[in-house]
T-cell receptor
Framework: EDQVTQSPEALRLQEGESSSLNCSYT??????LFWYRQDPGKGPEFLFT???AGEEKEKERLKATLTKKESFLHITAPKPEDSATYLC???????????FGSGTRLSIRP | NAGVTQTPKFQVLKTGQSMTLQCAQD?????MYWYRQDPGMGLRLIYY???????DKGEVPNGYNVSRLNKREFSLRLESAAPSQTSVYFC?????????????FGPGTRLTVT
């Protein structure tokens, strides 16, 4: 069964404490993996697209990486404004199927 | 440039009532989508429109209908609302069809069915 699983469900860090979020997937034909950020009461905001294993993308304190089975979102020296829910999404070979993970709620304490 | 807009922002319905959620985008995107988001379940695709004049079912289409009115607008209709349809609904758009490029999301409609 096609699945996208994110871990942990919630993560609380101190400001400046680096960590990683995980998105693992099972797929029959990966066409890409997307990372989004969602603030409370708002719609998801696009962060990165990764298309092949070994690819990396960076934006400010965030770096996304991709392997054949999972993706990591690394957060370096986070600030309170990085607090949000981070979602990953994987489109499958079926044209009508795109699966979002349930997200990781990240909280950064000052 | 407003991006993706949705109306209304909040709505309370009684079981059996009908309503239409409106969505518009000003990015000249070809593809548009409707999702619902429930706690602990992530975003689930209800319907999508790969291009003007076409619509297709997503993962959870039962109880919903859609209309791609023109390239800018994509509406979602609940004909007879049920409590199970209480959710937050997001509209999104992208330049190319599902999964090829990133999607841009609206602010959401919070729907409660009593």
């Amino acid at each position: 069964e096609d699945q996208v699983t994110q871990s942990p469900e919630a993560l609380r860090l101190q400001e400046g404490e680096s960590s990683s979020l995980n998105c693992s997937y099972t797929v029959s034909g990966l066409r890409g993996l997307f990372w989004y950020r969602q603030d409370p009461g708002k719609g998801p905001e696009f962060l990165f697209t990764l298309y092949s294993a070994g690819e990396e993308k960076e934006k400010e304190r965030l770096k996304a990486t991709l392997t054949k089975k999972e993706s990591f979102l690394h957060i370096t020296a986070p600030k309170p404004e990085d607090s949000a829910t981070y979602l990953c999404a994987v489109p499958y070979s079926s044209a009508s199927k795109i699966i979002f993970g349930s997200g990781t709620r990240l909280s950064i304490r000052p | 440039n407003a991006g993706v807009t949705q109306t209304p922002k909040f709505q309370v319905l009684k079981t059996g009532q009908s309503m239409t959620l409106q969505c518009a985008q000003d990015m000249n995107h070809n593809s548009m989508y409707w999702y619902r988001q429930d706690p602990g379940m992530g975003l689930r695709l209800i319907y999508y429109s790969a291009s003007e004049g076409t619509t297709d079912k997503g993962e959870v289409p039962n109880g919903y209908n859609v209309s791609r009115l023109n390239k800018r607008e994509f509406s979602l209709r609940l004909e007879s609302a049920a409590p199970s349809q209480t959710s937050v609904y997001f509209c999104a758009s992208s330049d190319l069809p599902l999964g090829v490029l990133e999607q841009y999301f609206g602010p959401g409609t919070r729907l409660t069915v009593t």
